[in-house]
């Protein structure tokens, strides 16, 4: 098989970073870091936003004092934004987990929006989702499979108004859903969505560290190699 060169984003408060690194190097590709402050990369394969607290999801109208809580805020106007964006418009795969998500969607590189789970409470346990659309990352063999997938966040309830999830349903580009308990109270248990292109993909919960990481990575590398 190829070795995929994979880079990582890491932001300040990014504490998925080497879960993320590790999965990758676990099955023999070759990870490596970005740093926030990054003008310019080289070429990878994929690049992956870990999950975490980019910035520490605060944004601070003073130096000190109050603030809000907006994950993705601060890291959207980091120096790197414009190579993803420039990444993204060549098509290079990118991939979004948890606060990467937040992040893309922020950016506008993917439809909706992100906000506090309904329980207004972090949560963090397994859930079970069901790969939805045609594919995932181009695998028609994972189509309607049920993972067991860990999630950690507070901030993880997708939105979108009737109109979009109706676009984003006739364009197959939900690919993942919570099937059983939503833990955080998206619409229609959404779990991971794609751009229209399927080059940019964005999920809430974490397959670098699931027992069935074997199954997404050989989704990962079948769909960079096709």
Not at 97 to 110: D, E, S
Not at 157 to 186: A, C, M, T, V, W
């Amino acid at each position: 098989k190829k070795t995929l060169k994979v880079g990582i984003v890491r932001f300040p408060g990014s504490n998925c970073d080497f879960d993320a690194l590790h999965f990758f190097q676990k099955y023999d590709h070759d990870g490596g870091f970005i740093w926030y402050k990054e003008a310019r990369f080289k070429k990878y394969d994929l690049i992956v936003i870990p999950g975490g607290f980019a910035f520490g999801d605060r944004v601070y109208k003073n130096a000190t004092g109050t603030f809000l809580i907006d994950p993705g805020e601060q890291a959207v106007t980091s120096p790197v934004m414009k190579l993803i964006e420039r990444a993204a418009r060549r098509k290079t795969p990118i991939l979004g987990i948890c606060n990467g998500f937040q992040i893309l969607v922020k950016a506008g590189l993917l439809p909706g929006k992100l906000v506090q789970n309904k329980s207004k409470q972090f949560y963090c346990d397994w859930t079970e989702c069901k790969v939805g659309g045609p594919s995932f990352f181009g695998d028609n063999s994972l189509l309607e499979k049920v993972f067991k997938i860990p999630v950690a966040h507070g901030y993880g309830r997708y939105e979108i108004s009737d109109k979009i999830y109706e676009n984003l349903k006739n364009k197959n580009q939900i690919f993942l859903k919570y099937q059983g308990k939503n833990p955080n109270g998206s619409y229609k248990n959404i779990a991971g969505v794609t751009n229209s292109d399927r080059t940019i993909f964005g999920m809430m919960p974490h397959p670098e560290r699931s027992p069935d990481g074997v199954y997404f990575i050989k989704a990962i590398e079948n769909y960079v190699n096709k």
